[in-house]
Every structure is written in structure tokens, then in C-alpha cells.
């Protein structure tokens, strides 16, 4: 499976977007939709930028009903996107169901990955509003292999974790690592980060970069930058 940066998306109106996006006249990015920009502008930004020939992955982290989520993939695969989520806490159940609504009648999906523990979770709130009182790493690996036995491609999950998922789940079970700086960058509101270089030799599939590039001067460069330390 190669290696890519995944540019994180995050505006919320469809003209921040396509100006950012129109700077890339050459190697088209891979980029995330996040829910933000999909509620905004609905499904046609995703058909707009699709066209545009990106490569896009739509994070709008299903979890409902195992019924709903296969319907609602059903409708998601048919928009052609290559990547989409849900949360692993839906249960093995609600998982398989996404697979199935996800597969096109040729076979062919989106890639389909899990969210564990959101990172905005601390062990202490997991134990006292979610009454789980397992430590916070064995729950992203327990929900990590939940992902894998339902079949889905992989997880997202801390740079800092992907080697421990692919111990537990296999090389070939997919890492999609947010929380990535450039070493001499601004850190902002994440707290565990890595360079793009480390999340390489860490072994993380996808990295997910949002404001190193979105917010950086010259945005193309920033993201040559990316691809030239994690894919090389
Ligand atoms: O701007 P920045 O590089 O921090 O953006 C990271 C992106 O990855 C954002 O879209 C953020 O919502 C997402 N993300 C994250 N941490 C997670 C899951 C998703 O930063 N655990």
C-alpha cells in the first residue's frame, strides 16, 4: 500500500477551499474532507473536488445503528470517495454492516477505517462518563482488532501507536496518523506530535496535515516538504 500525505481540509465554505486547493497546480493532494465542510457545503463539494482530481478521504465518523451506517456507507461509496471512517465503539456489528453497504455491486469500496479512542478522550473521562475502566492503550488495541476481525483496512490513530497496531494487527492493517509537525514548526493544540519523517520510520500509511500546510506561506511547498520527508 503506498505511502501518502493527506491534507486536512478544514475550512468551512466551499471558496476557502477551492482557492486553497486551486495553488496546487501540479501533483493533485490527497485530501480530507472533515465534517465542518461536508455540512456546509453538503455532498456536490465532494463531487467538485473529486473532479478536480484529488483523491479524497471523507471523515465523517459514522456510529449508529448497524442498519443506518450501512445504508448511509451505501450512499457515501456512490459519491467515489477513496477513503471514509467510522467509530469503532459502533460495535463488530455495526463495522461489517458499513463494509457491506460500502461494496459497489463490482466488488470495488472506498477504503474503510476506524476511529478508536478519539485523542480528545482522557483515560480518567473513558473511566468516569464512559464507565471503561481498562487502561486508554489496551482499548485503541482491543478497538483496533475489532476493526481488523470486522475486515475493514485500518485505523486512525496517534503516529505514536501505529507500530504497536501493526504489531497487533499486521503490517498490512492500515495506519492513518494525524498529529504530524515539521521540526521546526508551530505546534498549536496537539500535544503528542511527530515529524513527517518519524511518522515514516515509525511505519504510519497516511499522515493527516492540516495547518503545517493549510496555514503555512506557501502552502505547495509545505506540502512538497511533507512528501519529500514521509514518502521520500
Ligand atoms: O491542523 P492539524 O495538522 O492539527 O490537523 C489535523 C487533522 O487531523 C484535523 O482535521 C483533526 O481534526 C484531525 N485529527 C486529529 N487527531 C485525531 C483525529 C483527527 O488531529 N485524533
Redesign the pocket.
Known sequence: MGKDVII?C?FNSKAEVLNFLDKFTGRKPYV?I?MELYYAEGPEIVKEIKKRGHKIFL?LKLHDIPNTVKKSMSVLSRLDVDMCNLHASGTIAMMEAAIEGLTRADGTRPLLIA?TQ??STSEERMKNDLLIDAPLDEVVMHYANNAKIAGLDGV?C?PREAGKVHERCGNEFLTVT???RFADGVI?D?VRVMTPADAKAIGSDYI?????I?AAEDPVAAYERCVAEFVG
Open positions: 486536512a478544514d480530507k472533515g471523515d476511529v478519539l485523542t486512525v496517534s494525524p498529529g504530524v498549536g496537539q493527516v496535515v492540516g495547518r503545517p493549510t
